[in-house]
């Protein structure tokens, strides 16, 4: 007997659909989370994908590849000792690094040469997709191509939004913050091994895979993954805690790796005398975390 698959896709998704109102009111899930879950599209295009090829999203494919154009290509800089920047791509691949100086640059090729939406300031940088707003249709647009240059001298809160694509941010000698990464149907990864400076790492993962690679500095932070694989990648020495969550389709690959278990917490023996501690707060549903897997992050 042969099986339809696409139907079979469509009976997964109507599954998921029909067990959400079932959660709400054995009390799994509060009427606030019900009303966030439409953040979570991506995870309704694996269940229609399922067989159908649709899937290919969540590994960085999406839009069409027809012949693009150059765009000119911007530049400024910031004026102060910090900068707040956003990059929301909506289908497509970005190139995120940091120069020497203050100036930042965004290059690349799109659809007709127009390039993104930019709004820039002495102390902030927008960088958004023009003709997209998100959702679950973003994987049909046009497939453009970004490269960022941010500067290394004032501190930048870094806030990064991919909705289907590829990412790649080697932010080698930057000064940063906050660097806030939410990736929906992609794949992405994030070299924070020689920045000069980080205070806290925030990322959300709906559907796809991540990989970062921490620095050798203290620092904390809070990964969410939600049907995805993320990986990470930490120097030898550093001192290690990671929290997990209790969800009983999540997947934490800690052992092995010296880190010792207490309860959801895994931590390298002496901790809490280590001159550089990483704390991170690690969650998945149905998603899984490794740490220093043979591959490495990339």
């Known amino acids: 007997m042969r099986v339809r698959r696409g139907f079979l896709g469509w009976g997964v998704f109507l599954i998921l659909a029909g067990a959400v109102p079932l959660l709400v009111r054995s009390g799994y899930l509060t009427e606030d989370q019900m009303a966030s879950l439409w953040t979570l599209w991506p995870l309704i295009l694996v269940g229609i994908g399922v067989g159908t090829g649709v899937s290919t999203i969540s590994s960085g494919g999406c839009g069409s590849e027809a012949a693009k154009t150059g765009f000119p290509t911007q530049n400024g800089s910031f004026g102060g000792s910090s900068a707040a920047v956003t990059l929301q791509l909506n289908c497509g691949s ?3 690094a940091a120069a020497q100086g203050t100036s930042w640059r965004v290059e690349g090729h799109d659809r007709d040469g127009a390039g993104p939406e930019i709004d820039a300031g002495n102390a ?14 973003t994987f049909l647009g046009q497939h453009d191509d970004w490269t960022v240059t941010l ?17 790649h941010a080697n932010l080698a000698g930057a000064t940063t913050g906050i660097v806030d990464l939410e990736l929906n149907a992609g794949t992405s990864t994030v070299d924070l091994s020689e920045v000069a400076a980080i205070e806290r790492l925030e990322a959300g993962l709906n559907a796809g895979s991540l990989g970062i690679t921490r620095p050798n500095k203290s620092m904390t932070g809070s990964i969410q993954a939600n049907a995805g694989a993320v990986k990470l990648c930490a120097p ?7 929290r997990t969550g209790e969800s009983i389709i999540a997947s934490y690959d800690y052992g092995g790796h010296g880190l ?8 390298t023996p002496g901790y809490d005398t280590a001159a550089v501690q990483i704390d991170l707060e690690t969650r998945a549903n149905a998603g899984s975390f490794s740490l220093n897997p043979a591959g490495g992050c990339d």
Do not use: C
């Open 151 to 167: 500067p290394s001298a004032p501190t930048v809160d870094l806030d990064l939004k991919l909705n289907a694509g590829s990412s």
């Open 94 to 96: 970005l190139e995120v």
């Open 260 to 267: 010792v278990q207490d309860g959801s917490t895994w931590s």
């Open 236 to 242: 030898d020495g550093v001192g290690l805690r990671l």
């Open 124 to 137: 902030s940088l927008q960088v958004r997709s023009r003709d997209q707003n998100g959702g679950p249709f």
